[in-house]
């Protein structure tokens, strides 16, 4: 993995980043670029020939933006001038992500810094760089050439060391969950997902894991895990992960759909819409790494996971439309659509939350309607809560981490749709808005937390069809930045 340190001197010197801003408004009207005076002097005489330079290659100085130098026989051999917009975390992240792109057949670069350099700016740039040099590869071919190494020349590097820490923690827990989501189902099945978790957890012996399996899902009264796994050969798991700090004053339970591969059920998808249905566990890669990250990082809050993990699959042991299931805790509910399995699983694992582990705030992650990417397109997720104070917190949480969410709403007319006949609830109803109807159902699952409970619909982000910003094609570790920044802010 890529390795970004912050140092005070050059030392070996083959490739120099020098960062370009925009001036004002040209007199045409057209933006044009200006070099920023950097904490280091740069060496031999290079920010004479970036000012040169920056007016010939007509920069704009936008994030991202990059220039090539070539220098034969001096040192660094390549200059870049690099775009930081205005300066803000999300500019520097936007540059950091191009410069990763663009540098990313060298194996080591420099990048002089500007002395005003906040921590936000440091963090963004080292999210962004990390973040789009993410690949992920099966094959038994040699790994293309990666940039291994870039280091920030800083007037005083000792001061932004905890940042670029963070922002490293983040960064790796982030392709932690990349990796568990862009794994084929061939590989992945809930056991699997289980011994990548108890892995992982090897160097935080601090964390607390209990897995339930399929006896103790039964005898416990996990209807709806068991349901929708009871048609797999993988039988289904529960995994429960705890970080209790001695300091902690908030404690907070985050649930995550874990669907390791959706067929649809008996409610059979088409293919196309079956192909990516790896990607159906993020909600329980996100809550799992962001758990992890907050033990790393030594987050003073209580954070508990739940990762409701099942296969649906097809076959004589599957649910049925018509079914009804019994929930953990006793409630009912009658299944219009085995391929809305979802909600099956997180109302098992929301009601344990909030009857058995009683938190503060109770959050949910889930892929779990296409009505998401109609509503609000590919990069942004549908938030649902009662609560203004949290939807806010966490709405300023996923904005400064780079993520996107839109607040929906849940309107207490559609709660008739949920009635059904001869169950306490229909899993889907079929009157339309379905997301909506989806966060409704789980509200119900909630009890005396559906005033502190917040639900975040991110199937459409949780997938990049292509490069974008710091996103690299395939999953993109939706939830983990938001949740760990807002893991961070809380009291």
């Known amino acids: 993995m890529l390795v970004i340190r ?17 001036s004002d408004a040209a007199p045409g009207g057209d933006a044009t670029a200006v070099p920023v005076p950097t904490a280091v002097s740069p060496p031999d005489g290079t920010a004479e020939e970036a000012a040169a330079l920056v007016p010939v290659a007509r920069l704009s100085g936008r994030a991202g933006e990059i220039r090539t130098q070539l220098r034969p026989g001096r040192s660094p051999g390549r200059l870049l001038l690099l775009g930081i917009g205005d300066g803000s975390e999300s500019a520097w992240r936007s540059a950091g992500a191009a410069l990763a792109r663009s540098a990313a057949d060298e194996t080591h ?3 002089a810094l500007p002395a005003d350099m906040t921590p936000g700016a440091i963090r963004g740039l080292t999210e962004g760089l990390l973040l789009a ?19 920030l020349l800083l007037g005083d590097p000792a001061a ?19 990796d568990l989501t862009n794994t084929p189902s061939s590989q992945k099945n809930p056991q699997w997902f289980v011994d990548q978790v108890i892995s992982a957890t090897a160097d935080l012996p601090d964390l607390r894991l209990r897995v339930r399996g399929p006896a103790e899902l039964a005898a416990e009264g996990f209807g709806g895990i068991l349901a929708v796994g009871g048609g797999s050969a993988s039988t289904p798991r529960l995994v429960e992960l705890d970080w209790h700090p001695a300091d902690a004053r908030t404690h907070v339970v985050l649930v995550g759909k874990g669907i390791t591969f959706d067929t649809g059920g008996i409610s059979i998808k088409p ?31 209580r954070v508990t996971t739940l990762a409701p993990l099942a296969e649906n699959m097809v076959s004589g042991s599957a649910f049925r439309p018509g079914d009804v299931i019994r929930h953990y805790g006793g409630m009912t509910s009658e299944t219009t659509n085995s391929d809305a399995e979802g909600r099956l699983v997180l109302a098992d694992a929301l009601t344990y939350a909030a009857q058995q582990l009683k938190p503060d705030l ?3 992650l889930a892929t779990l309607t296409g009505a998401n990417a109609v509503a609000l397109g590919k990069r942004t997720a549908a938030l649902y809560s ?18 996107a969410a839109w607040r929906m709403p849940l309107h207490t007319d559609y709660v008739e749709y949920l009635g059904s006949e001869i169950a306490d609830l229909y899993s889907a109803p079929t009157q339309g808005a379905g997301s909506v109807l989806a966060a409704l159902y789980l509200r119900e699952f909630t009890g005396e937390l559906r005033d502190r409970w917040l639900h975040l619909d991110m199937s459409a982000p949780s997938w990049a069809d292509g490069d974008h910003a710091e996103l690299t094609r395939g999953a993109t570790g939706w939830g983990v930045r938001s949740l760990l920044r807002w893991l961070a802010s809380i009291d």
């Open 6 to 22: 912050p140092i005070a001197e050059p030392v070996g010197l083959d490739v120099l980043v020098l960062p370009v801003r925009p």
């Open 109 to 111: 670069i420099t990048i």
């Open 133 to 151: 040099s993410y690949r992920f590869r099966l094959t038994d071919a040699g790994d293309p050439p990666a940039l291994s190494g870039v280091d």
């Open 160 to 178: 932004h060391e905890s940042t670029v820490a963070t922002a490293q923690t983040t960064a790796a827990m982030t392709r932690l969950a990349r």
């Open 271 to 301: 293919v196309p819409a079956m192909k990516l249905m790896r990607k159906d566990m993020a909600g329980a890669a996100a809550v799992i790494a962001a758990t992890l990250g907050a033990a790393a990082l030594r987050l003073p809050v």
């Open 362 to 364: 109770l959050i949910d």
């Open 386 to 403: 009662e609560n203004d104070e949290l939807a806010v917190d966490v709405l300023a949480a996923i904005d400064a981490a780079g993520e």
